[in-house]
């Protein structure tokens, strides 16, 4: 595992969006760079779009959970 070096602004709203998104700060910034990368390999896609095929791909059964 490497360290990553940000700035102190960046790292600001890395704590803020990890606290809303009830994650830890690592957690958040590991969020925020698959996205990234998903993006940049898909640029076609919308961030909606992203998101359903990867819960696909997890095999995450949305209405299922939905429905109790």
Same mark, same amino acid.
């Given at each position: +595992? $490497? =360290? @990553? %070096? =940000? ?7 890395? #704590? %803020? &969006? *990890?606290? @809303? +998104?009830? #994650? *830890? =700060? !690592? ?8 996205? $990234?990368?998903?993006?940049? &390999?898909?640029? !076609?896609? *919308?961030?909606?779009? =992203?998101?359903?095929?990867? +819960? %696909?791909?997890? !095999? ?6 939905? *429905?109790?």
């Amino acid at each position: +595992m $490497g =360290i @990553v %070096k =940000i700035d102190d602004d960046l790292h600001t709203e890395l #704590r %803020k &969006a *990890s606290t @809303v +998104m009830v #994650r *830890s =700060i !690592n957690a958040q910034a590991a969020y925020w760079i698959k996205v $990234g990368m998903l993006a940049e &390999a898909n640029p !076609n896609l *919308s961030y909606t779009e =992203i998101m359903d095929k990867e +819960m %696909k791909r997890a !095999n995450v059964n949305i209405r299922k959970a939905q *429905s109790g």
